[in-house]
């Protein structure tokens, strides 16, 4: 799977987005997004045909201060991968 982010500085903030696409061969089964430890989303997809998901978080994170964004994807198979990012002074 393929996890990616985006952030801009909102007015409060950061908008996030976040994208998760599947391999060839795979389908998105369940995606986990937490921001600064923060539950943002627990999506389980029942139907095995998402091959791509995409989210945004409006004003979420810190600023000034550290954000950090954890995307936990799960395909069809159980095989889940993570993905980290962390921005801001550390």
Known sequence: ??????????VIAYD?????K???G???REVRV???GEPMA?????????????RAYPQKGD??????L????TNDKGQSEDYLETWGPV
């Open 1 to 10: 799977m393929n996890i990616t982010s985006t952030h801009v500085r909102a």
């Open 22 to 24: 599947a391999s060839s």
């Open 63 to 68: 600023y000034p201060g550290t954000t950090r």
């Open 42 to 54: 627990t999506e389980s997809i029942p139907v095995s045909t998402c091959t791509t998901w995409v």
């Open 34 to 36: 937490k921001i600064n």
């Open 16 to 20: 996030i987005t976040v994208n998760v």
């Open 70 to 73: 954890h995307v936990t994807a």
């Open 26 to 28: 795979e389908y998105i």
